[in-house]
């Protein structure tokens, strides 16, 4: 008889730093996160307006950065202290992030 042993595959962490603050988020976050991360994503490649994608960029980053429970980010918390770059840095780094692990047997 074989045996799948799904405990395993551990979950590691991710440490995102930002101005003098760490934030612990999984790399592998639950089902229910990626669902909603990839319907904003789907929603801002919809968006015709400049200023409605900024702002779900802006809930992009806010929901990866809520992962770590002892946070509590919000969307004005995100604009004033993330640049532009450092939100589609975030965005896009995640979501390789969240790719890699799920192609990664470990």
Do not use: H
Not at 45 to 53: G, H, N, Y
């Amino acid at each position: 008889m074989e045996t799948l042993n799904l405990n395993a595959l551990v979950a590691k962490n991710i440490k995102i730093e930002l101005k003098d603050q760490e934030y612990i988020i999984p790399e592998q976050p639950p089902m229910d996160f990626v669902i909603q991360l990839q319907e904003i994503q789907s929603r801002g490649a919809k968006e015709k307006k400049a200023d409605k994608q900024l702002s779900l960029l802006v809930e992009v980053c806010k929901v990866i950065l809520n992962q770590d429970e002892s946070k509590n980010v919000d969307e004005e918390f995100v604009r004033k202290n993330l640049t532009l770059a450092q939100m589609n840095k975030l965005a896009q780094f995640y979501q390789e992030q969240i790719e890699r692990a799920a192609k990664d047997p470990n």
